[in-house]
């Protein structure tokens, strides 16, 4: 049986950006939006435990938080016009404030894909639209936020807290792009939620390998993106990215929390569902014209995910993808793990070669990948004590405890005491 | 409508402004129409002497030749525009061309 509270709780994690933009439209106020929407969830818990829970309980959060936000504005007195922080677009009708909000079912009329706009904002700092996006479009508290980019709550608070200044004081839109304007703000949003899986996937620091909690949220931002603006192919690609990654965290590590190398995973305890999901978006993703950067992530990301075994894996059209995600995309971390198709296609020699290249140009100094990579090409061409010394720099500087482990691991093996 | 002071830097030329390209001074003079025709407003505009004018005044009092700081960009000019919000400040950012350097889009305190 479920309770009352767990339903609230779910309607908390799917509803939350929803009924916040509804409201935002009410108070044209970040802050007092967020106010009027926790005290609708916390009336909500009383509410249906007294009369029942309504049918929509996202219908009648709307109602609650936007009938709370009337009330706010009456009683403060103030006039809507000194009340402009966010502006709306000049087509727009004017706030709806006649019971449950249906209206703008569209996908490009939809507040969520506003706010998501709002927060990833390219005038914002990336940690800060990350911060946000948490923040108002998932729901996130902010201790919860702080805990999961480890840092101290006050800190989390602050960067938060000036983000919707400067959102207010340079009156950043809550509106859709401009159409010109689409791809590089989309591309922005994208790049926030596959951080966010990126931290939640491999914790930068921290006792554990994943932060489950991160990559989920990521996963359904992708997957709410997915809906609003399903011809965009790039957003399906990042969806794809995602599942074919969250499809193998069940197996990234052991009971105890050792990390396992792909090779040493156990593939039939992968998510086969999210597997061929995530396949069909691929297909999806890379018909119609040059593919972009997510879906030729996603391209690669299914390849591993759909072969039969390590062995068995088709690097050969790996390294073709990765050839094009690197011409799309020219990063020195494409470059890196452009360098692990290498080795497996050509030799450990010759990747070897480029990621000494990388090591070179410099713009990876502090990676903990670079040298991890490095030492195992070294390992492999069987150059055990410069393998040492690169175990030794990668461990110095991971922050993640399981991946720290690992390598002093693999460390023992290629030098053992004595 | 809130005020954007739009900020416009490039590396010096050494011939001034004879050195700037035709279709770059084209497209700075037909910014003002473009801007117009959105909405906006100019509310008012400048460009700079060279650098090597430039007297700053630091902290103690002292005078100094030159700017303040040695950069490859120098501000060649501002203006100050009436937009409606943010994108559409940088929309009017994007309506002068970049040689070499780069224009900022910086909201003004209201008055």
Not at chain 1, 156 to 176: D, E, G, L, N, Q
């Amino acid at each position: 049986m479920t309770s009352v509270a767990d339903v609230v709780a779910d309607a908390h994690r799917r509803e939350w950006a929803r009924v916040l933009a509804a409201t935002v439209r009410v108070t044209r106020d970040l802050e007092l939006a967020e106010e009027c929407v926790q005290d609708a969830y916390a009336d909500a818990l009383d509410a249906w435990t007294r009369g029942g829970v309504p049918d929509r309980p996202g219908a009648w959060l709307t109602t609650a938080a936007r009938h709370n936000a009337l009330d706010a504005l009456r009683r403060a007195g103030t006039l809507r016009s000194k009340l402009h922080l966010l502006v709306e677009p000049a087509s727009s009708p004017g706030p709806d404030v006649s019971g449950a909000d249906l209206r703008d079912g569209a996908a490009a009329g939809d507040d969520r894909l506003r706010l998501v706009f709002l927060c990833c904002h390219p005038a914002l700092a990336a940690e800060a639209q990350v911060a946000l996006t948490l923040r108002l479009v998932c729901g996130m508290t902010t201790p919860e936020i702080a805990r999961a980019f480890l840092v101290p709550e006050t800190t989390m608070a602050a960067r938060v807290t000036r983000a919707k200044k400067k959102i207010a004081a340079a009156r950043i839109p809550f509106r859709m792009p401009a159409p010109a304007d689409l791809p590089g703000r989309l591309d922005a949003a994208l790049t926030v939620i596959h951080l966010l899986f990126t931290t939640g996937h491999t914790a930068p620091a921290g006792p554990t390998l994943t932060k489950d909690d991160l990559a989920g949220r990521a996963l359904e931002l992708a997957r709410m993106l997915r809906d609003l603006m399903p011809g965009e192919r790039e957003v399906r690609g990042l969806l794809a990215l995602l599942l074919a990654g969250h499809a193998r965290r069940a197996t990234r590590t052991t009971a105890d929390g050792r990390l396992l190398p792909l090779e040493e995973q156990d593939r039939s305890a992968w998510d086969r569902a999210a597997i061929a999901e995530a396949h069909d978006l691929v297909v999806g993703a890379l018909r119609g014209g040059r593919p972009g950067r997510f879906a030729l992530q996603a391209a690669i990301a299914a390849l591993h995910a759909t072969a039969p075994a390590y062995e068995a894996t088709d690097w050969a059209q790996i390294l073709v993808l990765y050839d094009e995600l690197a011409r799309v995309w020219p990063s020195p971390v494409v470059a890196l793990n452009r360098a692990v198709a290498v080795a497996m296609t050509s030799g450990p020699a010759d990747a070897l070669a480029e990621v000494e290249r990388l090591d070179r140009e410099g713009r990876l100094a502090g990676y903990p990948y670079l040298a991890a990579v490095r030492a195992d090409l070294l390992r492999r061409t069987g150059r055990g004590a410069e393998a040492a010394a690169e175990y030794e720099r990668a461990i110095a500087l991971t922050g993640n405890e399981a991946e720290r482990s690992f390598l002093v691991g693999r460390l023992a093996e290629t030098a053992p005491p004595g | 409508m809130p005020q954007y002071a739009i900020l416009i830097y490039e590396k010096e030329t050494p011939g001034g402004v004879a050195d700037i390209p035709p279709e770059v001074m084209e497209a700075n003079l037909r910014a003002g129409e473009h801007i117009a025709a959105m909405g906006a407003k100019v509310v008012t505009e400048h460009a700079l002497q060279p650098s090597a004018t430039t007297r700053t005044i630091h902290k103690g009092g002292m005078v100094t030749d030159g700017p303040f700081i040695e950069s490859k960009e120098v501000i060649a000019g501002f203006f100050v525009v009436e937009a409606a919000d943010l994108d559409q400040a940088i929309a009017i950012g994007r309506l002068l061309p970049i040689m070499d350097g780069a224009v900022e889009v910086r909201p003004l305190l209201a008055p």
